[in-house]
């Protein structure tokens, strides 16, 4: 196959594997909606655990599990779960493909999404442009755009130069500079999303247009609801990006890790205490 839909797992030891449960989530969501028209391929990189024997909470191994996905051990050599995405692009296109769907993790497929690649087939990048006047804006001049999903092919690819190094350069001015257009807390807060402007930036010194995905393909705002222990994700879109710090919410009971366990038994509490 061209086309193939890609996944970047980083987890820094074994006591920090809820990625690994998130991606578990999201190709069981995917699973029902075989076959595929694309491949589904995982870059991983798991420090100090051998991927290969790995089993979490009991579940069969990753790798026998789904067995149609390929599972690459990543060549990345740095500790930012966030650019481990950007240093194995070059990677995934010299397997082949003409044409990339990126995603991170933290994502549920709840509609059939075998139509993304004929539907976003122009040269450029297509991600999800962020809007209004928000901190990001202030630093970058217009909206930001994330890069938990983004589709680009071969030939917008190839019009890149070390696309990876040059994100980490502007990582570390758009930092500088938060630090002098913005206030303290609010800069600290933009230093943990810093890599997915990084790379728009990049890519726009570069010339690669910009362009934007439509909400029924995939979103991450206002996509679910938590009510009395109970999800329940909205019909707007084929794939939704609930966000990492939701999965003690979005992920079912036999992914949850102890750290998840944790965080979801304190939210319960609290509803409980607000319901008395």
Not at 87 to 110: A, E, H, M, Q, S
Not at 154 to 171: C, E, S, V, W
Not at 231 to 243: E, F, P, Q, V
Request: proline share 3%; hydrophobic share 35%.
């Amino acid at each position: 196959m061209n086309n193939v839909m890609y996944f970047s797992l980083y987890c820094k030891d074994k006591d920090n594997v809820e990625y690994y449960s998130m991606l578990y989530y999201a190709l069981e969501t995917l699973e029902q909606f075989q076959p595929l028209s694309f491949d589904v391929v995982v870059f991983y990189s798991m420090p100090g655990v051998n991927f290969k024997q790995y089993k979490h909470l009991k579940k069969q191994k990753i790798q026998k599990r789904f067995p149609w996905v390929k599972f690459v051990k990543s060549k990345y050599y740095d500790t930012d779960i966030h650019l481990h995405k950007w240093f194995n692009l070059p990677y995934v296109f010299d397997l082949g493909y003409t044409k990339v769907f990126y995603l991170d993790c933290d994502i549920v497929f709840l509609k059939d999404p075998n139509s993304i690649f004929s539907k976003y087939n122009e040269t450029g990048i297509y991600q999800l442009v962020e809007g209004g006047n928000t901190p990001v804006s202030k630093i970058l001049g217009k909206p930001g755009a994330a890069s938990g999903q983004w589709v680009i092919n071969k030939k917008t690819f190839d019009k890149t130069f070390n696309l990876y190094n040059f994100i980490l350069k502007n990582k570390q001015e758009l930092i500088e500079k938060s630090k002098v257009v913005l206030d303290r807390k609010t800069a600290i807060w933009f230093c943990t999303v810093v890599e997915q402007y990084a790379a728009q930036v990049t890519l726009n010194k570069q010339n690669i247009i910009t362009r934007n995905f439509e909400i029924e393909d995939v979103n991450w705002h206002e996509i679910f609801t938590y009510t009395n222990g109970e999800i329940k994700y909205s019909d707007k879109c084929k794939i939704a990006h609930y966000l990492g710090c939701n999965a003690h919410l979005t992920l079912p009971e036999d992914l949850l890790t102890d750290n998840l366990k944790q965080k979801k038994m304190k939210v319960e509490n609290e509803f409980n205490i607000l319901s008395k």
